[in-house]
């Protein structure tokens, strides 16, 4: 018995995984842009210059973290078309 797999399955295959990997990181994104009425770079420069809030800290630390995962995310899909696959 054999069977046949296209490249261009797998590369789609991987693209979908990490859609859905992404998915969740934007929704948390979208609630603290909701919750503080701005988007990430806003919100970094403000809570830098007002240290005094142990929430919007906290916020800040978890927001920055989502940005940096959906970075890394986004990186990995932009790559998906350049990587080798290798079968084992």
């Known amino acids: 018995m054999s069977f046949e797999i296209r490249k261009t399955e797998i590369k789609l295959y991987q693209k979908l995984k990490l859609l ?4 969740p990181i934007k929704e948390h994104i979208k609630l603290f842009e909701n919750k503080y009425n701005m988007k990430f770079a806003e919100f970094e420069k403000t809570i830098i210059n007002n240290k005094e809030s142990y929430e919007k800290w906290d916020d800040y630390i978890e927001w920055k973290a989502y940005q940096h995962k959906l970075e890394d995310l986004n990186k990995q ?12």
């Open 20 to 23: 859905g990997d992404i998915a």
């Open 77 to 88: 899909y932009a790559g998906v078309e350049h990587e080798r696959i290798r079968i084992t």
